[in-house]
Structure formats: C-alpha cells, structure tokens
C-alpha cells in the first residue's frame, strides 16, 4: 500500500518494497503525486494535468515536462524498477535504401520488397498498411 502524506510537508511511504527517497529527482514528479492524489477519482486528463502545473507553458513543452515528471515519479515510486533499456537502433542499412530517383511514373521500390499498389479502398480519409 502506498501513503502520501500531504500535511506537514510531503511524504511517501510503502508498506513493501526498496524504502523510497526523500528527496525526488524532479520537483514536477512530486507536484504531479501531489495534484493527483487530490483529484476525484485520482485521475485527471493530461490536458488538466499540464495547465495545473506548468499554466505558463507552451503545449508542446508542457506535454515534454508531463512525460518527464511521470517518468520521473514511477521511479521515486517504484525505486525497484528496472532503468528503461536504451532505444533501439536504426536498422536502416546501406543495401536496403536507395537513394536513386525512379524514373518518372514509376514507383520507388525496396529490395526484397514489392512494389507498393494502391489499396482500393484506400482514399483521402481511409489508411492502410502495406
């Protein structure tokens, strides 16, 4: 179980588990805890979420600080967490691009691929995969 306590300043606790920090790595991941144990139902929409705590924010900045600080409090949360594993890695390699130009009207191939055909339900609304 886990208890947050609010008054007298910021605390929180587990029952079980790696005993958790005082000190939290990002003051927006303890902002965030706090704005969410508050809420009805502890759950708020993001859009909610990032005007309470970054109002003077940009939207594209402020939805970067939201992902920061939730990463950032599931870590002070659940110290016991594995670190994510890095990104992979391209797999783009040199003998799967081309860089050439087709030749006009014809369409751009991959090796061992073939070529892409419009589906015919395909339009300007629908997508699809090939």
């Known amino acids: 179980m886990l208890r947050l306590h609010l008054f007298n300043g910021f605390r929180a606790e587990r029952d079980s ?8 790595p990002r003051p ?5 805890v706090k704005v969410l144990a508050v809420a009805s139902g502890h759950c708020l929409h993001r ?3 990032m005007e309470l705590c970054w109002p003077d924010a940009e939207p594209q900045s402020a939805a970067g600080s939201l992902r ?8 002070a949360l659940e110290p016991e967490l594995a ?3 890095p990104p992979p890695t391209s797999g783009l390699t040199a003998d799967c691009c081309s860089s050439t130009t087709p030749p006009s009207g014809s369409t751009p191939t991959t090796p061992n691929r073939p ?4 589906s015919p339900t395909a339009g300007p609304n ?3 995969t090939l």
């Open 17 to 24: 588990g790696p005993p958790l920090t005082e000190r939290w």
């Open 115 to 118: 070529p892409r055909t419009p």
């Open 28 to 32: 927006g991941a303890r902002t965030l």
């Open 68 to 75: 920061v600080a939730l990463h950032a409090a599931r870590h």
């Open 83 to 85: 670190p994510a594993p």
């Open 47 to 49: 859009e909610e979420v």
């Open 126 to 128: 629908n997508l699809h």
